[in-house]
């Protein structure tokens, strides 16, 4: 495979590919404070995360976060991590696989997916790269943020974008901003949500837990608390739950600063004191399940809710490899490649006079000294 920032000198004329790029945060690369650290740093450089000018934040960060916050962080990744490894890295590959999969089912091998993560491995040089080589001329970036934020859909764009300024010849870029309030995953969630109740009964709340940004991004634009919440409303909506069944909250809380409320865990510790006992809990905004559903939802704020009263707590699984889900994943992508997919593939004729016709120009072209 050739290096994404070099062009090779000569290259066979081969028919041009569709590439999807799958966008999902990041996972450290082991369980362990030496793999932790660098994930961390990345991440909490990010100016999209954490708006502090870095000359306030570098040192906090250095001095600090980064002397202490790996080896707690470690300790909650040894939790859910699997023999296979990160939850996030095998549920993204999986999903990665399946779409694949049904766009070659459906005879669409001019179709190739990638997948690449914001923070650690695989980066977006790297699945950029990959589309390359297997001469990806048109790329639709999807990030599997069904909600958009500046701290995650917003970062994923300037990646991409980082990648693309130190790249001579660029595809063809499209790039889904949200799908929040699309139909297919609405549809796709809600059954998670059906099979829950079919296993386990129905719970007296449906909590609906997002991951948490501070206040102060919603007051200067963002749509992400918006589009939580028109989530939350659509899936009620298919549930037929009524405004007193279900509630909307936000997790993930980190510093000082206020952010989205209410908070996740407090939630809970309330509707138990309050008499609630049985409750379940989905994060609508996860499409992959991850440290911050397995361990922060599905096992901490599970400890607060039982320890506060409850006696029933139910943790919905993330989308995962749900077919639904699967499913939605190629209709969103297609919407957004309908013209590329209705543009003929040429054959090998039409290659072949493509590579004459550009061998002929070259050998046209006046030399450097203009003889």
Known sequence: MFSLFREPPQQAEQAPRIGILLMNLGTPAKADAKSVRPYLQQFLLDSRVVEIPKI????????WILNTRPRQSALKYRKVWTPEGSPLRIHTERQRKLLAGYFTETGRDDVQVAYAMRYGEPDVRFALDWLKGRQCDRVLVLPLYPQYASSSTGSAFDAVAKVMRRLRKVPEMRFVRSFHDDPAYISALAGTVTRSWAQNGKGEKLVMSFHGVPRYSIEKGDPYFFECHETARLLAQQLNLSDDEYVVTFQSRFGRTEWLRPYTEPTLRELAAKGVKHVDVICPGFVSDCLETLEEVGMEVKTAFMSAGGQQYNYIECLNEDPDFIRALR???????????AQPV??????????????????AMPAKNGK
């Open 346 to 363: 040429p054959d090998a004729m039409e290659l072949m006079l493509r590579a004459r016709r550009k061998v002929a120009l070259v050998e």
């Open 56 to 63: 306030v934040w570098l040192p906090i960060v250095n001095a």
């Open 331 to 341: 209709d969103i992508a297609s919407r957004h490649m309908a013209d590329w997919l």
